[in-house]
């Protein structure tokens, strides 16, 4: 269960005259991870939970529990919001698993991104921050963040950037499929790693220089010319292939053929020279200093200073956020900021809760059960 914050309403909004008497679940199932958030009456509370989408399962029980926990097993009151992929990819399974429900609705992803965005920046108290490994973490931010525009660069399995006009207007300007899947799906192919968090974990203890090349390693020093400092990265995994060539021998040594158990043998035997740890937080950066770049890009595109990071990918992760501010701040000039949130992965399926709470609210593009 993530850490949890006191249900407050939108300002702008006036609560819906059913919710008392409603309980509703709001479920953003994506690529990677299914997530979900719910009001739980004792505490007064919102609470997130995540489950890999891949244990779907997993996560249809965690549904069952809530309703026996929190609203004694019956369903006749419960509404079902749903937003990502999963919202199309698993109805049919959300139908069969709680055909009792008032309701089961589905809601267009990017709005609920905006949405659950839109309020957790300007309702939710210290929930936006900044952090680079010098400064630490900041959490006052001042009011000019708040000020549309401003960027929204969801991280997930792969990525989406909005630029955010108001409350109710958006625009998806750019994204690349290299993302959280990406990373997720090499570390799990090089390093036999099982969960996400144990490859942050790795990346954490690891030591980068080992496996990427960098400018000093080419130049001998930094490259002031052009701004270039001999720590930078000049190619990510640039020494693997270097390191590889002194092993020729070492790997025509295993018989050559098409079966795929001799192709996994060379891998292996190639991998033995490389510490898990270095590929893990070299691969962490390569794809956080590309985001990185992409984000500063668009925002330079379209002239928007302040630029905030969600997305499953981030995990509270210092060296992950650390990676994005320092890229967003090399590449502007320090002209743009970098902004986190403490439940960057939940957007998403705030957003989806929040559109039941206003009359205001009009649902003219969801689709009912």
């Not at 709001?26 to 609470?47: E, N, Y």
Request: hydrophobic share 35%.
């Amino acid at each position: 269960m993530s850490q949890g914050i006191v249900w407050t309403p939108p300002s702008s909004s006036t609560t819906h005259p059913t919710a008392a008497a409603t309980s509703t679940i709001a479920v953003d199932i994506g690529g990677s991870l299914a997530k979900l958030v719910f009001f739980a009456m004792d505490s007064k509370q919102l609470v997130f939970e995540t489950v890999e989408t891949e244990k779907i399962a997993q996560f249809m029980l965690m549904i069952h529990e809530i309703i026996n926990d929190y609203n004694n097993g019956q369903q006749s009151n419960v509404r079902i919001v749903a937003t990502g992929g999963g919202a199309y990819k698993f109805h049919d399974l959300l139908c069969r698993e709680f055909p009792d429900v008032l309701e089961i609705t589905r809601l267009d992803e990017m709005e609920c991104l905006i949405k659950g965005l839109d309020y957790f920046i300007h309702e939710v108290p210290e929930e936006v921050f900044t952090y680079n490994d010098l400064e630490g973490e900041h959490k006052v931010v001042p009011e000019h963040a708040k000020v549309y525009p401003y960027m929204l660069v969801n991280i997930g399995s792969g990525v989406s950037i909005l630029k955010v006009d108001s409350p109710a207007q958006f625009t998806r300007v750019g994204g690349s499929s290299l993302g959280g899947g990406t990373l997720w799906g090499l570390l799990s192919l090089i390093t036999g790693a099982k969960t996400y968090d144990e490859m942050l974990s790795w990346a954490h203890g690891g030591d980068n220089t080992h496996v990427d090349m960098l400018v000093g390693d080419i130049y001998g020093s930094n490259y002031g010319k052009i701004g270039l400092k001999s720590t930078h990265i000049a190619s990510s995994f640039g020494k693997v292939f270097q390191r590889a060539a002194t092993t020729t021998t070492q790997i025509d040594s295993v018989p050559h053929s098409n079966d795929s158990e001799t192709s996994t043998d060379n891998i292996q035997l190639r991998n033995r020279k490389f510490n898990n740890s270095d590929i893990s937080k070299s691969l962490l950066y390569a794809i956080s200093n590309n985001i990185g770049q992409i984000a500063y890009l668009q925002a330079k595109i379209h002239n928007v200073p302040n630029i905030y990071f969600g997305g499953s990918y981030i995990r509270g992760h210092l060296m992950t956020m650390n990676t994005l501010s320092y890229a967003i701040n090399f590449w502007s000039g320090g002209e743009k900021q970098a902004f986190f949130l403490r439940h960057e992965g939940y957007l998403g399926a705030m957003g989806a809760f929040l559109t039941f709470q206003s009359t205001n609210n009009k649902h003219n593009d969801e689709e009912r059960k």
